[in-house]
């Protein structure tokens, strides 16, 4: 059974960081492509970052190039997205989302087949 599993989120001051983890289990990373979405209050469900299959090639949304870092560890079938620098329109909940698909500058949300149950990331003084 394919499953998602997200945590590390939480309440955090703006310039503040946080790491999300997304636990994989009924495959393997080198089997798909993992990315992170997020979803704000009544806003569309945009991408933010995805790890190739090799983990070789990353990609991020505009509005978080160079605040965040995606990265995984095999051996424990995990995924993260480190944070930094953290603003207030950061806020959303984080989904984790297999396969992640980017191309032409933007993430397809209709592509993805498997979603976590998401993760909330308030960023508030």
């Known amino acids: 059974q394919l499953q998602l599993v997200e945590s590390g989120g939480g309440l955090v001051q703006p310039g503040g960081s946080l790491r999300l983890s997304c636990a994989v289990s009924?495959?393997?990373?080198?089997?798909?492509?993992i990315g992170w979405f997020r979803q704000a209050p009544g806003k569309e469900r945009d991408g933010v970052s995805c790890i190739s299959e090799s983990g070789e090639i990353t990609n991020y949304a505009d509005s978080v190039k160079g605040r965040f870092t995606i990265s995984r560890d095999n051996a424990k079938n995990t995924v993260y997205l480190q944070m930094s620098s953290l603003k207030p329109e950061d806020t959303a909940v984080y989904y984790c989302?297999?396969?992640?698909?980017?191309?032409?500058?933007?993430?397809?949300?209709?592509?993805?087949?498997?979603w976590g149950k998401g993760t909330l990331v308030t960023v508030s003084p």
């Open positions: 989302a297999a396969p992640c698909t980017f191309y032409s500058g933007r993430y397809y949300a209709d592509q993805v087949d498997y």
């Open positions: 009924g495959f393997t990373l080198d089997y798909y492509a």
